[in-house]
C-alpha cells in the first residue's frame, strides 16, 4: 500500500515556464512533508520543507503547497531551468515515526531549452 | 562544512557473501538513517539510529543490520547477499530524531552490485 504516491511518472516544461509536480499521500498522521531532487549516480538533495501547521512555503524559484483535507502538496518551481532537470521525490514523516521517512516513487522532470 | 561521507561508493560482491558500507554524518549531526533504493520500490526506509541505539526499522530481513558508534559515524550491514539486495544504499543524517521540521541530508550512495 503506497501511502506517498507521485502519479506522474514524468514531466516535461519548456525552459522558463512553471513546473509543478504533485504528491498524495494516505496517512492523516504525516505532518511533515519534504521534497528532494535526485541526479542519476548521486544522492538526494533537499530541495524544500513544509509543516503540516503551515499550507505554503517559498524558497526562492521553489514553493511548496499543502491541502491537509485533500492529502495533497504541490511544488511549484518558476521560472523552470534546464538545470532543474532531475528525478523529484516527495517525502512524509509523522512525529512519532522518528527518522522513517516514507518516500513517493518520484517524477522525472525534463526542462527543455 | 562537509556533507554526510558513504563509503564505498561502488562495490561488487558474490552471492552469499556479505558487505559493510559506512556513513559519516555531517557535524553535530546524531540521527544516522540507511535507506535503499532500487529502480522497482523506490527509496525504502532501513533503519535509523541515535545515539547508538536504534530507533526505527523498517520493513527488511534479519539480513540487514546496523550500528552506530559514538562519534555518530554509522555502519550497515547485509549478510548472506543475494541478487536482489543490488542497489544502491543511501544513508542519511539530521540533528535530532522524533521531532516534527526534522530535515534529514543524504549522502552520495554506496552502489552495491552482487553477482
Known amino acids: 500500500d503506497q501511502q506517498v504516491k507521485q502519479n506522474s511518472p514524468s514531466l516535461s516544461v519548456q525552459e522558463g515556464r512553471i513546473s509543478i509536480l504533485n504528491c498524495d499521500y494516505t496517512?492523516?498522521?504525516?505532518?511533515?512533508f519534504l521534497w528532494y531532487k535526485k541526479y542519476p549516480a548521486e544522492g538526494p538533495t533537499f530541495l524544500i520543507s513544509?509543516?503540516?501547521?503551515?499550507d505554503k512555503n517559498e524558497d526562492g524559484r521553489f514553493t511548496v503547497f499543502l491541502n491537509k483535507s485533500a492529502k495533497h502538496l504541490s511544488l511549484h518551481i518558476v521560472p523552470s531551468q534546464p538545470g532543474d532537470s532531475a528525478v523529484y521525490f516527495c517525502?512524509?514523516?509523522?512525529?512519532?515515526?522518528?527518522?522513517?521517512?516514507?518516500f513517493g516513487p518520484g517524477t522525472r522532470l525534463s526542462v527543455l531549452p | 562544512k562537509a556533507g554526510v561521507t558513504q563509503t564505498p561508493r561502488y562495490l561488487i560482491k558474490t552471492r552469499g557473501q556479505q558487505v559493510t558500507l559506512s556513513c559519516s554524518p555531517i557535524?553535530?549531526?546524531?540521527?544516522v538513517s540507511w535507506y535503499q533504493q532500487t529502480p522497482g520500490q523506490g527509496l525504502q526506509f532501513l533503519f535509523e539510529?541515535?545515539?547508538?541505539?536504534?530507533?526505527n526499522k523498517g520493513n527488511f530481513p534479519g539480513r540487514f543490520s546496523g550500528r552506530q558508534f559514538s562519534n555518530s559515524r554509522s555502519e550497515m550491514n547485509v549478510s548472506t547477499l543475494e541478487l536482489g539486495d543490488s542497489a544502491l544504499y543511501l544513508c542519511?543524517?539530521?540533528?535530532?530524531?522524533?521531532?516534527?521540521?526534522?530535515?534529514?541530508?543524504f549522502g552520495e550512495g554506496s552502489w552495491l552490485t552482487v553477482v
Open positions: 542519511a543524517s539530521s540533528l535530532k530524531t522524533g521531532m516534527a521540521g526534522n530535515t534529514i541530508y
Open positions: 539510529y541515535f545515539s547508538e541505539t536504534q530507533r
Open positions: 557535524s553535530g549531526h546524531r540521527s
Open positions: 517525502a512524509a514523516s509523522a512525529s512519532n515515526y522518528g527518522q522513517n521517512f516514507v
Open positions: 513544509i509543516s503540516s501547521i503551515k
Open positions: 496517512n492523516s498522521m504525516f505532518d511533515y
